[in-house]
């Protein structure tokens, strides 16, 4: 990578804001398949029961294993095309498995559905290429840290 796509701060308190919001999105899904499961008679659908995992696997918990084995890939600037990529995409699994138990529930079906859940996966797929490419690009520089930490802690005990 060029100097101009490093930065030099890191985003680690963006990484715990992002887990924290997509832990309230999966209380919120939820709280909305439990809502709608009331006014819906008693009717549930499997897509709205279980569409909380997109937001809670996908994004808390990717999130969180980027945080603590990837951190250094956030100080590129690519990483934040990645980001927005794979979050779009969680976000339209997530809304294209809400309106799918809705049109359950009513007994209807559309053929535009897999429309969400195929641009979903698509735009997962590119975050997690430009997440991968930076990991596997940016090796040398996690070894780098890796040594000059260690060289902290041994100026630091002396």
Do not use: C
């Not at 006014?39 to 990717?62: D, E, I, N, Q, S």
């Not at 559309?110 to 979903?120: C, K, N, Q, R, V």
């Amino acid at each position: 990578m060029f100097i101009s796509g490093i930065k030099i701060k890191s985003n680690n308190n963006r990484i715990r804001k992002t887990i924290v919001v997509y832990l309230l999105l999966a209380l919120v899904a939820v709280a909305v398949n439990l809502i709608y499961g009331f006014f819906g008679h008693g009717v549930r659908a499997a897509a709205m029961t279980w569409m909380f995992l997109y937001p809670l696997l996908g994004g808390a918990l990717g999130y969180l294993l980027i945080g603590r084995y990837l951190a250094f890939i956030t100080r590129f600037v690519v990483y934040r095309m990645g980001y927005n990529s794979y979050n779009s995409g969680l976000a339209a699994l997530t809304v294209g498995s809400f309106l799918k138990g809705i049109l359950e529930i009513a007994g209807t079906n559309s053929p535009y559905l897999i429309i969400f859940f195929f641009l979903g996966w698509v735009a997962v797929g590119i975050g997690l290429m430009v997440f991968g490419f930076l990991a596997v690009t940016n090796q040398r520089l996690l070894k780098t840290e890796k040594r000059m930490k260690k060289t902290e802690e041994t100026v630091i005990r002396e």
